[in-house]
Nanobody, 117 residues
Framework: QVTLVESGGGLVQAGGSLTLSCKASGFTFKLYTMSWYREAPGKRRELVALIENTGATKYSDSVKGRFSISKDADRNTVFLQMNNLKPEDTGNYRC???????????WGEGAQGAVSS
């Protein structure tokens, strides 16, 4: 019964902010690297940010300085704080959990973030 459920999407103007959350259940959260990907029409799926078991983070060049990934392990939840949003940030943001040893992964269905100019 593995589930990843995203929430917090919406429509904002350029320069605005959104906070996404991903609630996980059905697996041992602490053993997984958590990532946020985004998908948009005509574009390849893009890794936006990830956070490892150690707390180390990585961001795509396009969002560095604007987005921040964090997690609350006690609540099995990962967050993505998105600031100073741009129209090109528009997309379906999907949460991924990947086992650090086996590389087995799970995916959420995504939350839509739309940014108007």
């Amino acid at each position: 019964q593995v589930t990843l459920v995203e929430s917090g999407g919406g429509l904002v103007q350029a320069g605005g902010s959104l906070t996404l959350s991903c609630k996980a259940s059905g697996f041992t959260f602490k053993l997984y690297t958590m990532s946020w990907y985004r998908e948009a029409p005509g574009k390849r799926r893009e890794l936006v940010a990830l956070i490892e078991n150690t707390g180390a983070t990585k961001y795509s060049d396009s969002v560095k300085g604007r987005f921040s990934i964090s997690k609350d392990a006690d609540r099995n939840t990962v967050f993505l704080q998105m600031n100073n949003l741009k129209p090109e940030d528009t997309g379906n943001y999907r949460c991924q959990a990947q086992n650090t040893w086996t590389h087995q992964d799970y995916w959420g269905e995504g939350a839509q973030g739309a940014v108007s100019s």
